[in-house]
Nanobody, 124 residues
């Protein structure tokens, strides 16, 4: 099982931007489909975005489409989430997740490994 460590969260005003990073400890990073999820207080964990093994395909939740961009650097074993035009409703703990499957899933139970999460707070 791989280890994932997120960073880059923080407090930002509405309309601002943040870039999250997730470093993955594995020699076979390119064999994993990667995703970002988020969980707000009192809510279930929800899918945000996913990226295929070599970064040629990306997928987004409707709520973030056009504002967030997922990317990966296989040489650095790192996945990123660039978040622009942030809204107060984006406030949540953001988690990165890894799946050994070759296709992406929006269900959290499909992912094998998880990071500890990083808090993103957007003030109005």
């Amino acid at each position: 099982q791989v280890q994932l460590v997120e960073s880059g969260g923080g407090l930002v005003q509405a309309g601002g931007s943040l870039r999250l990073s997730c470093a993955v400890s594995t020699r076979t990073f390119s064999s994993y489909t990667m995703a970002w999820f988020r969980q707000a207080p009192g809510k279930e964990r929800e899918f945000v975005a996913a990226i295929s093994r070599f970064g040629d395909s990306t997928y987004y939740a409707d709520s973030v489409k056009g504002r967030f961009t997922i990317s990966r650097d296989n040489a650095k074993s790192t996945v990123y989430l660039q978040m622009n035009s942030l809204k107060p409703e984006d406030t949540a703990v953001y988690y990165c997740a890894a799946s050994s499957a070759s296709v992406y899933y929006t269900g959290a139970h499909r992912y094998d490994s998880w990071g500890q999460g990083t808090q993103v707070t957007v003030s109005s």
